[in-house]
């Protein structure tokens, strides 16, 4: 009798939490939370994760003012979100994003409401970022209009299937990790690319429809 094969579509077994290709930082302080829970702030890291920029530039790319702009750079720099960067100075002096990634979790019920707070933020940002490019996807090349993803997939998956799937995702990008801080690593006509990903469960009777 021969032993069932994995099915060479299905990913490997995986060795527990998926491990993403740069270092990540786990946030449970709810004063750290809440003051990331603003969409311009979670912009601003955006902004500077393609490089370093000024509190002008910034603005002059989200439609803020320089000042307000300032005021929210110092707050994340609280917390080491971002850094001041060489050069400049004043409003004229640039800054850096983080080397890392970030996850957060809850301690309690002020943690619960900071971290709702936060979820909401980060969600809102992402789907205004979406709407933006979708606004201007006429006036882009074919070439990245026909690239551009927006997809939408159900499966029936296990926990650790999909956490293996999480992997396979975190594995496609590896390769190219080291042109966030390399700019001469970047092959011509390379861009910033966005990919925002949510994989969740029906709810516990979403099956039963079907039998």
Not at 12 to 26: T, W, Y
Not at 62 to 88: I, M, W
Not at 146 to 156: E, Q
Request: charged share 30%; proline share 11%; glycine share 8%.
């Amino acid at each position: 009798m021969e032993t069932p094969s994995t099915p060479p579509s299905v990913p490997p077994p995986g060795n527990g939490k998926p491990v993403p290709p740069f270092p990540v930082r786990k946030i449970s302080d709810p004063r750290e939370l809440r003051a990331l829970a603003h969409p311009v702030r979670f912009a601003i890291i955006d902004l500077l994760a393609e490089g370093p920029l000024t509190a002008t530039q910034c603005a002059e790319r989200l439609g803020e003012t320089p000042a307000n702009c300032s005021y929210h750079l110092r707050q994340l720099e609280k917390y080491g979100h971002v850094f001041r960067a060489d050069g400049g100075h004043g409003r004229e002096r640039p800054w850096r994003a983080r080397d890392e990634g970030i996850t957060w979790d809850e301690d309690g019920p002020a943690g619960v409401a900071a971290r709702v707070a936060l979820d909401e933020a980060v969600d809102e940002f992402r789907f205004d970022a979406w709407r933006r490019f979708r606004r201007r996807r006429a006036a882009e090349p074919e070439p990245w209009r026909r690239a551009a993803l927006s997809t939408d997939v159900v499966a029936w998956l296990t926990p650790a299937e999909l956490e293996r799937v999480t992997q396979g995702l975190y594995d496609l990008f590896a390769p190219y990790e080291e042109r966030d801080a390399d700019p001469a690593a970047r092959p011509e006509g390379a861009r910033a690319v966005r990919l925002f990903a949510y994989a969740y469960p029906g709810g516990p009777d979403a099956g039963e429809a079907h039998r």
